[in-house]
């Protein structure tokens, strides 16, 4: 296993089925960062599904690990650190590997030290959900994905939904050829 840490990570490694196991400290913002699991899940047409944890059990054992840190020393709004297994067929690499764990921290503050807002929080948690759930920045002006650090989205939209099914590909025929590039 490898170990990377970053925000931008390529569009692989991805997970390889779901539901994914989450766990979710007792707080006041784990509610407001599984309010944007379950948009990522209802906007994503039965791919992206998620069970919640918050025992100390869970912390050692889900996919997906929800941290809130005062502040990131790096400044940033959320970082990822990424565990993944590669797959033995093919070369070692970052592109041919599939997610083992992915820990999300969240700074609860700016760069300026002011405290980020809900909605704030929310449209942070939903872009970070999505780089943990292997999708990489987008072009264009609209979308959870877009990645502009502006934070101020408030649903995935049909373009992150899009770039969701380009990653995973489970859909029937007929919504695949909807999609098609």
């Known amino acids: 296993m490898c170990t990377i840490c970053s925000a931008n990570a390529y569009s692989l ?12 400290p007792d707080n006041p913002e784990a509610l407001i960062v599984k309010s944007a699991f379950e948009n ?14 918050k025992s100390n059990v869970a912390r050692t054992t889900s996919n997906i690990n929800i941290i809130f840190f005062d502040k990131l020393p790096s400044g940033k709004a959320y970082e990822l650190s990424e565990t993944f297994a590669t797959r033995a067929m093919y070369t070692v690499g970052k592109t041919n590997a599939y997610y083992y ?7 609860l503050k700016d760069k300026e030290d002011k405290n980020y807002s809900r909605q704030e929080l929310f449209a942070i948690s939903l872009q970070a959900i999505g780089r943990a759930l292997g999708i990489p920045c987008q072009g264009g002006d609209v979308g959870v994905m877009v990645c ?4 101020n989205v408030d649903n995935v939209t049909k373009e992150d939904y899009q ?3 380009r990653v995973y590909k489970r ?3 007929d919504e695949m050829e909807k999609y098609k590039n």
């Open 13 to 24: 490694p991805r997970w390889t089925g779901f539901p994914l196991t989450v766990y979710l």
């Open 40 to 53: 990522w899940k209802g906007n994503s047409k039965g791919i992206a599904r998620f069970i919640y944890r």
């Open 101 to 107: 764990h992915v820990d999300i921290k969240i700074s």
């Open 148 to 151: 502009d650090e502006k934070y």
């Open 163 to 165: 770039a969701l099914f």
């Open 171 to 173: 859909v029937n025929k």
